[in-house]
């Protein structure tokens, strides 16, 4: 681990000023992910800004509906809180389906969104990667890709997004309020993450300095009517081969609308808006399901080793549309 400047932030305009004018500049907040790169020295931040003293750990429910989560409550916290769990069944699934409970109860909601890979050869410093040493290379292209992503790749990075939380949120057209240096604007999350193409060191839109200060959801009324799926290689403290986010919207046998996103299997949350529009205005079953999984995966680009992953993905969709229609009636 480098050497680095620790400051204990007390409001969130100084927060950002500071990392404005410092270059290097890390928030911390849990540092469940942030700690262990520094440990590998894969990130070297000449400053750390402690944020975990601002004002940005509540949950509102807002006049029109919105439910605005602080950026600094705890994945735990939100996943037990009873609009959650009353409103977005699949984000209260989503995070508890996500590391440990101990991680969990330190995790934060900012934090979780701006997570980085898990991709092995990005955390070794010894391996060219491209996400961490541009222009060096993409070690997994040609080396052990099984976790690696299917969708959304480039000839210059594979690496798969690693949260759960994100691919729900996603599917419940979430927004990102974010301070920087111009004031506060708004993300739509699907906006937030970057696909990798000729620059995967480029991860998010976020400009220096910027700050997650909250994630806004909207009203979805039909939402309450949902899952998130996930299959690993054990049953806990893993991350996804591959995972599902739905939401179906029913008038008797018709879907009437969805959500669809995936996770595991691509560089970010992947939105499935092909999924979707297959499944809108058709019968809810398992050709309809079928249809929708194959309309999500026909972009995949496998690798080797990860090839299986098109079929499960499908196969996870299906059975997670499957679930969720038949537990409705």
């Not at 330190?106 to 050869?121: I, K, S, V």
């Not at 060096?136 to 292209?141: D, E, F, P, R, V």
């Not at 970057?194 to 060191?201: N, V």
């Not at 993905?313 to 038949?326: G, I, P």
Request: charged share 20%; proline share 6%.
């Amino acid at each position: 681990m480098q050497p680095f400047t620790y400051t204990s932030a007390t409001d969130v305009d100084g927060a950002t000023h500071l990392a404005s004018v410092t270059p290097q500049a890390r928030f911390l907040a849990g540092g469940t992910t942030l700690v262990d790169l520094m440990k590998l020295d894969v990130e070297q931040p000449t400053q750390l800004i402690d944020i975990t003293a601002l004002p940005l750990a509540d949950i509102q429910l807002l006049d029109d509906g919105t439910l605005r989560v602080g950026a600094l409550v705890r994945n735990s916290d939100l996943a037990h809180d009873e609009l959650v769990t009353a409103r977005y069944p699949l984000l209260a699934q989503a995070l508890l389906a996500g590391a440990s409970g101990q991680l969990r109860n330190m995790a934060t909601t900012g934090g979780n969104l701006l997570q980085r890979t898990r991709c092995p050869y990005f955390r070794d410093t010894a391996m060219p990667c491209n996400k961490r040493d541009p222009g060096s290379g993409c070690s997994a292209l040609g080396g052990a890709n099984r976790g690696h992503a299917i969708l959304g790749t480039s000839e210059h990075c594979i690496a798969t997004h690693p949260s759960d939380m994100a691919v729900a949120l996603v599917a419940l057209d979430a927004r990102v309020r974010v301070r920087g240096r111009e004031g506060e604007r708004v993300i739509p999350l699907v906006e937030l993450h970057c696909l990798p193409a000729d620059h995967p060191e480029i991860e998010t839109t976020l400009e220096p300095a910027d700050l997650i200060v909250a994630v806004e959801i909207p009203p979805l009324p039909f939402a309450k009517r949902s899952l998130y799926l996930k299959v690993r290689d054990r049953a806990s403290f893993a991350f996804a081969l591959t995972s599902a986010a739905v939401a179906v919207d029913l008038d008797g046998p018709i879907i009437r609308d969805a959500r669809v996103a995936l996770g595991g299997v691509a560089t970010r949350p992947w939105r499935s808006r092909e999924a979707e529009a297959a499944l809108r205005g058709h019968s809810a079953g398992p050709d309809t399901y079928r249809a929708a999984a194959d309309a999500a995966l026909a972009g995949a680009v496998p690798r080797g080793d990860n090839d299986f992953k098109i079929e499960l993905a499908k196969r996870t969709l299906a059975r997670a549309l499957t679930r969720v229609v038949e537990g409705s009636r």
